[in-house]
Nanobody
C-alpha cells in the first residue's frame, strides 16, 4: 500500500477555511476510491465524503454528511496524486482529527471498509 501523507490541518477561526491534502505520491489511480473521515474522542469515525474513479476517471462522488453539506468539497490533483478536502465556513463543531483513506472498489461510508489510512491531521476551529 502507498502511504497516505496528510497535511493542512491547524487552528482556524470560525468562518474561516482550510484545505487538507492527502498525498499519495507515486501512486497511479486505477479502479479505486477514497474518502475523508473525521473523529473526535469518544465517537466513532465519521464519514465526511468520498470520491471514486475508474482508470483514473472520476465516476462519482458520494453525498456529504449533512453537517458539512454545502461547505466542504473533495477534489483530486490528477497530475500529482493528491486528494484535497476543501473546508469552508468552518464551525467549532468541525473540530476533529481528519483522516483520508483509500480502498479498491466503490466509495463506502463505513470506516471498516478501508484498510489504507493516512496518519490524520488535527483541525481546530475556535469560536
Amino acid at each position: 500500500q502507498v502511504p497516505l501523507v496528510e497535511s493542512g490541518g491547524g487552528l482556524v477561526q470560525a468562518g474561516g477555511s482550510l484545505r487538507l491534502s492527502c498525498s499519495a505520491s507515486g501512486h497511479t489511480f486505477g479502479d479505486s476510491s477514497m474518502a475523508w473521515f473525521r473523529q473526535t474522542p469518544g465517537k466513532e469515525r465519521e464519514f465526511v465524503g468520498g470520491l471514486g474513479w475508474i482508470h483514473g476517471d472520476i465516476y462519482g462522488i458520494s453525498d456529504f454528511a449533512d453537517a458539512v453539506y454545502g461547505r466542504f468539497a473533495i477534489s483530486r490533483d490528477n497530475a500529482h496524486s493528491i486528494i484535497y478536502l476543501q473546508m469552508n465556513s468552518l464551525k467549532p463543531e468541525d473540530t476533529a482529527v481528519y483522516y483520508c483513506a483509500t480502498r479498491e472498489g466503490v466509495v463506502a461510508k463505513s470506516a471498516a471498509m478501508y484498510k489504507n489510512w493516512g496518519q490524520g491531521t488535527q483541525v481546530t476551529v475556535s469560536s
